[in-house]
């Protein structure tokens, strides 16, 4: 019997614009394990939101999946209903958006939010709904629930809203969280605690998760595994340790070093020149060898790389991946 909860093989999710077709997820493939967080990782434009977003099909206007598939339990959720999705989404996969502030109804009081879900999803009558609703407040560790619960989200904290936030996603006890960028606009304390906080129910509840962010460091301290975005395509995904360690992917290595708190052994921090190419006009070959140290003329710009696994469980999508290894060796981050 598989552990594999979730398979992703070859996504393309396009946005149709005036302008032209943005190739936001072009290709991407990836798989989640019962139990495990994997880390999905890169600069904004990468690809990770539209991602997440393509796996429960709420991809917004004017996105639209194009091809690929998504096995949750073995089943192809682009092939289901959108009746069987509702049934999906809240209850076997659950998200947290990055801004709480623009989540959260600002209309409602976040009784009324958190039992609407929960009597949705479960046949339940509004008095035990409320008495659940008030456990996942105590679970998110929320101080005074039954006072709290009759809040309108203008009454809270940041960190208050987030927290509301993740009781509202784990309200149906899903099998996967997608979090996406969870500690976006929170203070660095706050932050801190919310990844704690998120760690810790993973444990107690069983379930795998998706962490979305930017920042290798918070993927550090939360992911069992790590995958690499970098314009719409998978760049490297391994173990945690594994990518720490030895990333052979330039982009991955560019990311590592330009990090604080795993950069402390360098003189300075390196800044990793350009930007996310346009997604409408995509550089030919390798879509990082504009910005890439390592591109080889001739090569790079021509070969358009493809996703290999070059050692057990270690995928990369770099024709000079062996290359760089052995000329330029990483120095390792523990």
Request: aromatic share 6%.
């Amino acid at each position: 019997m598989t552990d594999e909860l979730l398979k992703i093989e070859n996504l393309k999710t396009y946005f149709y614009t005036w302008a032209g077709v943005v190739k936001a997820v072009d290709g991407v493939s990836l798989n989640v394990k019962k139990g495990e967080t994997l880390g999905l990782v890169g600069e904004s434009g990468s690809g990770k939101s539209v991602t997440a977003l393509s796996i429960l099909r709420i991809v917004p206007r004017p996105g639209k999946i194009i091809g690929g598939s998504i096995l949750y339990k073995g089943e192809n959720l682009l092939e289901k209903e959108e009746k069987q999705m509702q049934k999906v989404r809240g209850k076997e996969i659950a998200y947290i958006f990055q801004d709480p502030a623009t989540s959260l109804n600002p209309v409602f009081n976040i009784a009324t939010q958190l039992v609407e879900i929960i009597r949705h999803h479960q046949n339940l009558s509004k008095e035990e709904a409320l008495k659940k609703a008030i456990e996942l407040l105590r679970l998110v560790e929320i101080p005074d629930p039954e006072v709290k619960i009759w809040n309108y989200p203008h009454q809270l904290s940041g960190g208050m809203k987030q927290r509301m936030a993740v009781a509202r996603a784990l309200s149906c006890q899903p099998n996967l969280l997608l979090a996406d960028e969870p500690t976006t606009a929170l203070d660095v304390t706050i932050q801190a605690q919310i990844l704690d906080l998120l760690k810790s129910l993973k444990q107690k509840l069983k379930m795998a998760m998706i962490l979305i962010t930017h920042d290798m460091g918070v993927a550090a301290g939360v992911a069992d595994r790590i995958t690499v975005l970098y314009a719409g395509r998978v760049c490297e995904s391994a173990s945690a340790k594994t990518i720490f360690r030895n990333p052979l992917h330039p982009y991955t290595r560019a990311l590592l070093e330009a990090v604080p708190s795993l950069a402390l052994r360098r003189e300075k921090l390196k800044v990793i020149p350009g930007s996310i190419p346009n997604l409408i006009e995509l550089p030919s070959g390798c879509r990082f060898n504009p910005r890439c140290e390592f591109a080889k003329q001739g090569v790079c710009a021509v070969q358009v790389p493809e996703l290999l696994e070059i050692a057990p469980d270690h995928y990369v999508a770099c024709v000079r991946a062996r290359e760089i290894e052995a000329e330029t060796p990483f120095g390792g981050l523990s």
